[in-house]
């Protein structure tokens, strides 16, 4: 009886089996040749099937659109982004960050470069030239030469012939072969030109985040965790499979989506569209002012996101509105759990925001600068523009009688500009002569974009800026913010134009 009675079992058991176990898939980008990308990531695909016990299967699109097409679709997959198709497929579906990949050294640069022997030596030089660009899904190649361009005030329209390539090697090629004036790639993708002497460098942006593995929502959370943990540990276990990547990538490190909203805010500017996360960002919010270009501050601001983060026990992420009227908007609207505002914004803002903390300027008296256009032409007999960021920051009136002492006789007429990123621009635009900014502004655009800016003359320490907490807050977890921001390290705040933050008395 009992061997009958195991025998039906063992029959049900057959018959109602689960099937086995679907491979997971990978998902590549057009980066390069199916068998450069194959070559790299098999290795990589091997170790992790062993850690998630899972067989990992490599899949490669012939084309970007053929790439947004795969990953658009509701299937549990792991895909290798470029930082702009990331936000564009992240708006699309429900996408988690699983780890960042490390850049090669020069990876998370993007660099605009020209032929060795162009007459062209700065990017307002490019205005009626050709420029093609290269691979639309990268921020190096896209999104930041645009941004860098419109600091400038130039848009596509700008140059005689503006193309899209498809690749960076093709934009490369195009211009050390004389079709195109002028490209913009990963500096690192340029190497091979730059050391030959074939092309040089005329601009230089830091990228911020860049490419990632991220997983679809039919990925279970418990599998993701697996992976992220794999991944970042793969250079110690596994070194084989990070060699294997080559300059592709030197390894893998945290990451999260709140990461990549200073791209979405640029690519927002840039293009006129929201690229919000399918999945709601878990994080805490730093509104900071556009003062600086999202990527800069990314960067300029990430030790204070830091201690932010370490006071709090939760995710920071920056946010960059595109003026100053629309970041004091926002505040008023109780969008920013952490602020840095202007004295006047203070006010504004004194019903959601609490100040907890404010900058202690540079020593020196060059924290102000007033600033033109390098070979800008200018006539004695007309009046001096002047630009100055409006309504909340308080230079002009700090710097207004030096301003008027260099005018001499000349009339002044103030050209009020939405942020003191639009004062870069309406100097290069020609709609003003001199513009009064931050010094530590006007130091991050130089090394940027250098060539075009010339500081005429230092006026005094720059405004100060006070760091707030939205009041509700609790008072135990203001004062670990207050802590916390209190001890950062000397001068780690250094390019923002201070060196740290005095604690208010109240809290």
């Known amino acids: 009886m009992k061997t009958s009675i195991r025998i039906w079992l063992w029959m049900i058991l057959c018959c109602f089996a689960l099937p086995a176990q679907a491979d997971?898939?990978?998902?590549?980008?057009?980066?390069?040749?199916p068998a450069i990308m194959y070559a790299a990531f098999t290795p990589l695909a091997k170790y992790l099937s062993q850690v998630i016990g899972q067989k990992i299967t490599l899949h490669f699109s012939a084309n970007l659109q053929s790439f947004y097409d795969q990953a658009d679709k509701k299937t549990p997959q792991m895909v290798l982004f470029c930082p702009i198709s990331y936000i564009r497929s992240a708006h699309q579906q429900a996408y988690y960050p699983l780890a960042g990949i490390i850049p090669t050294p020069g990876g998370n640069h993007s660099v605009i470069v020209v032929r060795s022997n162009s007459p062209i030596h700065n990017v307002l030089q490019?205005?009626?030239?050709?420029?093609?660009?290269?691979?639309?899904?990268?921020?190096?190649?896209?999104?930041?030469?645009?941004?860098?361009?419109?600091?400038?005030?130039?848009?596509?329209?700008?140059?005689?012939?503006?193309?899209?390539?498809?690749?960076?090697?093709?934009?490369?090629?195009?211009?050390?072969?004389?079709?195109?004036?002028?490209?913009?790639?990963?500096?690192?993708?340029?190497?091979?030109?730059?050391?030959?002497?074939?092309?040089?460098?005329?601009?230089?942006?830091?990228v911020g985040p860049g490419d990632l593995l991220a997983a679809s929502a039919g990925v279970p959370a418990t599998l993701r965790k697996q992976l992220t943990e794999a991944l970042l540990r793969a250079k110690r276990r596994d070194p084989a499979s990070i060699h294997a990547l080559g300059g592709l990538a030197a390894g893998f490190q945290p990451i999260n989506?709140?990461?990549?909203?200073?791209?979405?805010?640029?690519?927002?500017?840039i293009h006129g569209v929201q690229l919000s996360p399918k999945v709601p960002q878990q994080a805490l919010t730093l509104g900071i002012p556009p003062t600086f270009t999202p990527i800069a501050a990314y960067r300029i601001f990430a030790p204070l996101q830091k201690a932010l983060s370490a006071a709090t026990g939760r995710a920071v992420q920056l946010v960059i509105p595109s003026d100053e009227q629309s970041f004091v908007q926002d505040g008023q609207k109780g969008k920013f759990d952490f602020a840095l505002l202007t004295p006047k914004m203070v006010v504004m803002?004194?019903?959601?925001?609490?100040?907890?903390?404010?900058?202690?300027?540079?020593?020196?008296?060059?924290?102000?600068?007033?600033?033109?256009?390098?070979?800008?032409?200018?006539?004695?007999?007309?009046?001096?523009?002047?630009?100055?960021?409006?309504?909340?920051?308080?230079?002009?009136?700090?710097?207004?009688?030096?301003?008027?002492r260099l005018a001499g006789k000349r009339s002044v007429v103030w050209v009020p500009e939405g942020s003191e990123r639009a004062v870069f621009t309406a100097l290069a635009e020609n709609r003003a002569e001199l513009g009064i900014v931050r010094s530590a502004t006007v130091r991050?655009?130089?090394?940027?974009?250098?060539?075009?800016?010339?500081?005429?003359?230092?006026?005094?320490?720059?405004?100060?800026?006070?760091?707030?907490?939205?009041?509700?807050?609790?008072?135990?977890?203001?004062?670990?913010?207050?802590?916390?921001?209190?001890?950062?390290?000397?001068?780690?705040?250094?390019?923002?134009g201070f060196m740290g933050f005095r604690p208010l008395a109240h809290v």
């Open 444 to 496: 991050t655009l130089e090394k940027q974009l250098p060539g075009i800016w010339s500081v005429v003359h230092s006026a005094g320490r720059a405004p100060v800026w006070t760091l707030t907490v939205k009041r509700t807050l609790n008072r135990e977890q203001r004062m670990a913010v207050q802590k916390h921001v209190a001890d950062l390290p000397a001068n780690a705040l250094d390019t923002a």
């Open 24 to 33: 997971l898939s990978f998902l590549l980008p057009p980066v390069s040749s």
């Open 257 to 269: 989506d709140g990461d990549y909203n200073a791209l979405r805010t640029l690519y927002q500017e």
């Open 349 to 404: 803002e004194k019903n959601q925001m609490l100040p907890l903390a404010r900058s202690v300027s540079q020593l020196d008296q060059h924290g102000l600068a007033i600033i033109r256009r390098d070979n800008a032409s200018a006539t004695a007999a007309n009046p001096l523009r002047i630009a100055f960021a409006s309504p909340y920051c308080s230079a002009r009136s700090l710097a207004e009688q030096q301003l008027l």
């Open 126 to 206: 490019l205005k009626n030239r050709s420029f093609v660009m290269g691979d639309p899904a990268c921020a190096a190649s896209s999104l930041v030469p645009l941004s860098m361009f419109r600091e400038l005030g130039m848009t596509p329209k700008s140059f005689s012939a503006f193309r899209q390539s498809g690749s960076d090697q093709s934009a490369l090629m195009d211009v050390a072969a004389r079709f195109y004036d002028a490209t913009a790639v990963a500096k690192n993708v340029a190497a091979p030109y730059l050391h030959s002497g074939a092309l040089r460098i005329i601009a230089d942006a830091a």
